[in-house]
């Protein structure tokens, strides 16, 4: 994925619950997981999830969403909700 320069970006440490979040490329990632939030044009954002301190990343499931304008970093605290409630749940609609 070519990712073009956003608008917004925000980043958080977190550690998934139990099961972790499902992931396009690898399936579910568990433990201490940084994540990003990313808008792009159009109203839509890209989130990610990497092992805290690894250099791959991984895109969760449903990824692009659709967030409104302004509404980015609220977006992001229900990603980080969803991520420490864990469940293999994808990004949040």
Known sequence: MTVEPSV???T???????GGVMTEE????????TV?????PGGRAWVAAQYTGAG?????G?????VPD????HY???VLATVKAGGEAGAPT
């Not at 791959?56 to 969760?60: A, G, K, N, S």
């Not at 449903?62 to 659709?66: A, D, I, S």
């Open 8 to 10: 917004e970006r925000y």
């Open 12 to 18: 958080a440490e977190v550690t998934a619950g139990p």
């Open 26 to 33: 690898v399936g579910a990632v568990t433990g201490d997981l």
């Open 36 to 40: 990003v939030t990313t808008s792009f």
């Open 56 to 60: 791959e990343w991984y895109t969760l």
């Open 62 to 66: 449903g990824c692009p969403v659709t």
């Open 70 to 73: 302004g509404q980015l970093e």
């Open 76 to 78: 992001h605290q229900r």
